[in-house]
């Protein structure tokens, strides 16, 4: 079995989930009553927070980095980051990192490609909503992503960091967020959502919202890495 290396702490509710969501699916995929050795890195947001803040993305990826190193020195056959936002700057990591790094977005790419969802909402922290990271992988497989406007962008972001990430799910804060799914769905014809925010799963934990697939990037993840661990 190959060591995975996790990224954690990004925030701490998430790699909680990310910790459960592995060791459940590595005892089904295996089903002889065995547990998956894994590393876990658990790092300061806040350091990542202020670099995201100040736009200095070369210091998020030493940063990141640095963190990746540790998880090789500690016996990691391969890593991911356990976050949607830190992957703004996974295409300066991959080519400078010692082992090899699972993206959380191309294997939500892959994820809506099979269930050939074409037209999708991207939910997140500001930072994820606005970047490049997701619809440069998306737009090779001709995937549409469409975000909210920019003041649910606003309520998603400060929603996100001042509640989701330090570990608070309020009913009414779900029932915003869906209201904005209600909305795109109005608007945009969207025909899928993606949580591309671990947090946003622990909050929105249904697969759909009337009939609207809701794709839970934690677990498409966590897949992806159980899938690696077994090869």
Do not use: W
Request: charged share 25%; net charge negative; glycine share 8%.
């Amino acid at each position: 079995m190959k060591i995975l290396g996790i990224i954690g702490g990004l925030g701490p509710e998430s790699t909680v989930d990310y910790y459960q969501k592995i060791i459940a699916l590595y005892r089904e995929r295996t089903g002889d009553g065995s547990y998956p050795q894994f590393i876990i890195n658990s790092i300061d947001l806040k350091k990542g927070l202020d670099f995201m803040a100040a736009n200095d993305l070369a210091r998020m990826a030493d940063f990141l980095l640095e963190g990746i190193g540790k998880l090789a020195r500690a016996g990691a056959d391969f890593a991911l980051i356990s976050a949607n936002t830190p992957h703004i700057v996974f295409d300066e990591l991959v080519p400078r990192s010692p082992i090899p790094l699972i993206s959380i977005v191309e294997a939500t790419c892959a994820a809506a490609k099979a269930r050939n969802l074409k037209r999708l909402g991207l939910l997140g922290t500001r930072y994820t909503m606005q970047a490049s990271l997701y619809p440069k992988v998306f737009s090779r497989e001709g995937i549409d992503l469409l975000v909210p406007d920019p003041k649910d962008q606003n309520y998603i972001h400060d929603k996100y960091l001042k509640e989701l990430v330090p570990g608070k799910f309020l009913p009414e804060t779900r029932a915003g967020l869906l209201t904005i799914v209600d909305r795109m769905k109005a608007k945009d014809d969207i025909d899928g959502v993606i949580l591309a925010g671990t947090e946003l799963p622990l909050i929105l934990r249904d697969a759909d919202h009337h009939g609207i697939p809701l794709l839970d990037t934690t677990k498409i993840h966590v897949e992806a890495a159980v899938t690696e661990m077994l090869s």
